[in-house]
């Protein structure tokens, strides 16, 4: 009898040690916080993929498909195919989409600036905006309509679409999608963004007030946060930046989270990395405009950093084998 107890009380131990491993995504999902990652084609494609993202994360985004060049790709045939798998994959997993991007210097269709009448150009991006959201209405409930249009110095991007109208193209860009969906959360979104006091943060904060004193209909900025284990990182800078949006109404995504470093990584470096995912998790659970932790990868095995900074690398809290870091162990205690 004694031993049929002792089992019992192990199998009792064991169950109750197993009920405590938390899921990701439900522990996020709990904790409010839209916690996801940047996905591709093949992701959504494979159920292997699917899995492993859906037990991670309760959100997603495109990394690529929902760029003009692939959505949109000639100027009369609108590419829904991919980004349908993908909105229709998280979907039907209960998970959310955000929506990324509309009028961003890079991976616009070749087409677009072959398009000589400005009258015609601005009726072009507004037909971009309106169709690709009302496709996707009720589906997608955040977007970055514009993306990196300041320099690091905080004048303006001299970008295709800022030469040929300046500032006033990217309001006009937030009143179309405003009115293609009026419920989804608008975002302007950049990188090297994140510490109050930097000149590209700083000259984001002044233009974003600015449209919202003109009532404008921002919802947010997005904080895409590619940031290096072996820079300067301050929480105090990023948080006081949030609070500002804060106080203007706004909210504050977080929305290509990666730490990138030097490769092949030392314990250590993984270590002050797990330290920063976790201190911005920190913020986002404790500043109430933070609701959105997308990562810009699913795991290390797929990731842009070693294409651009070459010697860099294993970004993400999910590893190259597809096994969750102690980072993510770490991040999933704090929900
Ligand atoms: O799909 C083509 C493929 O057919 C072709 O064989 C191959 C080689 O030329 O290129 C493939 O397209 C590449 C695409 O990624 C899909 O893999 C493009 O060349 C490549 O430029 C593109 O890079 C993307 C990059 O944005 C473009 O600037 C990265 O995947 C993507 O992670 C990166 O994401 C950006 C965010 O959108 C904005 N914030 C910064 C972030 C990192 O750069």
């Given at each position: 009898m004694k031993n049929f107890k002792k089992a019992a009380f192990v199998l009792a131990v064991l169950l109750l040690l197993a009920g405590c491993k938390k899921v990701p995504s439900k522990a996020a999902t709990k904790a409010g916080v839209n916690f996801g990652a940047a996905i591709t084609i093949g992701d959504a494609l494979n159920q292997e993929q699917i899995k492993l993202i859906t037990e991670n994360f309760n959100t997603v985004v495109a990394e690529n498909n929902m760029k003009w060049e692939n959505i949109h790709p000639k100027k009369t045939f609108y590419n829904f195919g991919d980004m349908d798998t993908i909105a229709d994959m998280a979907v039907s997993n209960g998970m959310k989409v955000r929506g990324h991007t509309f009028?961003?210097?890079?991976?616009?269709?070749?087409?677009?600036?072959?398009?000589?009448?400005d009258d015609e150009l601005k009726a072009h991006l507004e037909e971009h905006i309106t169709k690709v959201m009302e496709h996707y209405k009720g589906k997608i409930y955040e977007y970055d309509v514009a993306n990196e249009i300041f320099e690091e110095d905080g004048s303006f991007r001299k970008s295709f679409w800022y030469n040929r109208f300046g500032e006033e193209i990217y309001e006009f860009a937030f009143e179309v999608a405003h009115k293609a969906d009026p419920d989804a959360i608008l975002i302007l979104n950049d990188y090297n963004n994140e510490n109050a006091g930097d000149a590209k943060s700083d000259a984001q904060y002044k233009f974003v007030k600015k449209m919202v004193e003109k009532g404008v209909p921002i919802n947010g900025i997005g904080l895409?946060?590619?940031?290096?284990?072996?820079l300067p990182f301050s929480k105090d800078a990023i948080r006081k930046n949030v609070q500002r949006y804060g106080e203007l109404g706004l909210k504050v995504s977080f929305t290509e989270v990666d730490v990138r470093v030097k490769t092949p990584a030392t314990p250590e470096a993984v270590k002050h990395q797990q330290e920063i995912f976790c201190d911005l998790l920190d913020i986002a659970l404790t500043e109430p405009n933070v609701d959105t932790f997308v990562f810009w990868g699913v795991s290390d095995a797929h990731t842009w950093v070693p294409g651009t900074f070459p010697g860099y690398g294993d970004p993400l809290p999910i590893d190259k084998d597809n096994k969750p870091k102690e980072a993510m162990k770490a991040m999933v205690k704090m929900f």
């Amino acid at each position: 009898m004694k031993n049929f107890k002792k089992a019992a009380f192990v199998l009792a131990v064991l169950l109750l040690l197993a009920g405590c491993k938390k899921v990701p995504s439900k522990a996020a999902t709990k904790a409010g916080v839209n916690f996801g990652a940047a996905i591709t084609i093949g992701d959504a494609l494979n159920q292997e993929q699917i899995k492993l993202i859906t037990e991670n994360f309760n959100t997603v985004v495109a990394e690529n498909n929902m760029k003009w060049e692939n959505i949109h790709p000639k100027k009369t045939f609108y590419n829904f195919g991919d980004m349908d798998t993908i909105a229709d994959m998280a979907v039907s997993n209960g998970m959310k989409v955000r929506g990324h991007t509309f009028i961003w210097y890079q991976q616009n269709a070749p087409y677009v600036s072959s398009i000589k009448s400005d009258d015609e150009l601005k009726a072009h991006l507004e037909e971009h905006i309106t169709k690709v959201m009302e496709h996707y209405k009720g589906k997608i409930y955040e977007y970055d309509v514009a993306n990196e249009i300041f320099e690091e110095d905080g004048s303006f991007r001299k970008s295709f679409w800022y030469n040929r109208f300046g500032e006033e193209i990217y309001e006009f860009a937030f009143e179309v999608a405003h009115k293609a969906d009026p419920d989804a959360i608008l975002i302007l979104n950049d990188y090297n963004n994140e510490n109050a006091g930097d000149a590209k943060s700083d000259a984001q904060y002044k233009f974003v007030k600015k449209m919202v004193e003109k009532g404008v209909p921002i919802n947010g900025i997005g904080l895409q946060l590619h940031l290096q284990e072996n820079l300067p990182f301050s929480k105090d800078a990023i948080r006081k930046n949030v609070q500002r949006y804060g106080e203007l109404g706004l909210k504050v995504s977080f929305t290509e989270v990666d730490v990138r470093v030097k490769t092949p990584a030392t314990p250590e470096a993984v270590k002050h990395q797990q330290e920063i995912f976790c201190d911005l998790l920190d913020i986002a659970l404790t500043e109430p405009n933070v609701d959105t932790f997308v990562f810009w990868g699913v795991s290390d095995a797929h990731t842009w950093v070693p294409g651009t900074f070459p010697g860099y690398g294993d970004p993400l809290p999910i590893d190259k084998d597809n096994k969750p870091k102690e980072a993510m162990k770490a991040m999933v205690k704090m929900f």
